[in-house]
């Protein structure tokens, strides 16, 4: 996606360690209208699949996720990282290995909210080792639902999340793809 | 908003402790049409007021800020909840106590996403004891940025929060405004 892959040159910084911190308009401060445009371009990618509801993780993969829940008119469920007291026994759980903040978190989802006749699509701001996409894919599978792919926004494709999913056989669709983030440098696959 | 009074009534639940559930449209799962009319309809009473940012806290303030935002023109910022190693040391900080979670968090403001000539509109699902709504106004007066008015999903004005930012004369709506949850019954003021 063109408009995205400016936006990385314009705003993104390179730093080491393959961290690529996009705080300007991905995770931290957000811009509304390419948000709505990579939804839309999400719904696009994966017309025709008969997707039933969108999954994803706070707090980064809301925006696209909501979006692209608009685009494809169904709702939205983000898996929360601690359980509040508002929140009921009922829960499929995975832990998940965040790349950037180097530690690891449980996550839960209501049953209520996903159950075996969903058709799920994962969304997600990154895609680095795919701890977080596996971890959600794991959810999707103990609701006995079916997982119709992953859409990324920025795929580090010099690690090896991509390798892993593309080895579970899972259709996924990132919209930018970064090729190596050496010397301080983004390079585009 | 009757469309989200209509939804509260639906499939909120009111639980003892004064907590209202409203897991299945809100915070955890999303009804992405309803944020889009959330949005609009803040932007619609915040009209003429020339803002510049919506400011909202992760996680469940971030729907209906990003399609305010996408209503006004305007970028979103979330303040986060945990410093991660891509946020760098310029940061506006501000202690908020959770009324549902019973404990009080660190948030963050990168600073070179608010600044003095900033025009901000502060967005939250739910206004209680008011904490998270004075916690982010806080920012924005350490950033001598100017506070336009805060917009809320869910004020339960049975509780401080309300009296407090009217005090402060500060322009607050909220789309629902709730009298009680006494006896598990949601009753709008």
């Known amino acids: 996606m063109e408009k995205l892959k400016e936006m990385i040159l314009t705003h993104g910084i390179a730093l080491d360690g393959g961290i690529l911190k996009v705080d300007a308009f991905l995770n931290h401060q957000i811009s509304p209208p390419l948000m709505k445009e990579m939804g839309d371009e999400f719904a696009r990618r994966f017309q025709g699949e008969s997707i039933t509801k969108i999954l994803t993780v706070e707090s980064s993969g809301i925006a696209p996720a909501v979006m692209t829940g608009l685009a494809l008119g ?25 790349f950037t903040k180097g530690e690891e978190s449980e996550f839960y989802i209501s049953k209520k909210f996903l159950n075996a006749d969903d058709k799920v699509l994962i969304i997600d701001d990154f895609l680095a080792n795919g701890q977080a996409s596996l971890g959600l894919a794991e959810m999707v599978a103990k609701a006995s639902a079916t997982l119709v792919g992953i859409g990324i926004v920025i795929e580090k494709s010099f690690q090896n999340g991509r390798k892993i999913l593309d080895e579970k056989g899972i259709h996924t669709e990132s919209l930018a793809r970064i090729k190596s983030l050496d010397n301080n440098t983004i390079t585009f696959l």
């Open 74 to 98: 169904v709702d939205v469920v983000f898996a929360r990282k601690k359980k509040s007291f508002t929140m009921d026994d009922s829960l499929y759980t995975a832990r998940i290995m965040s």
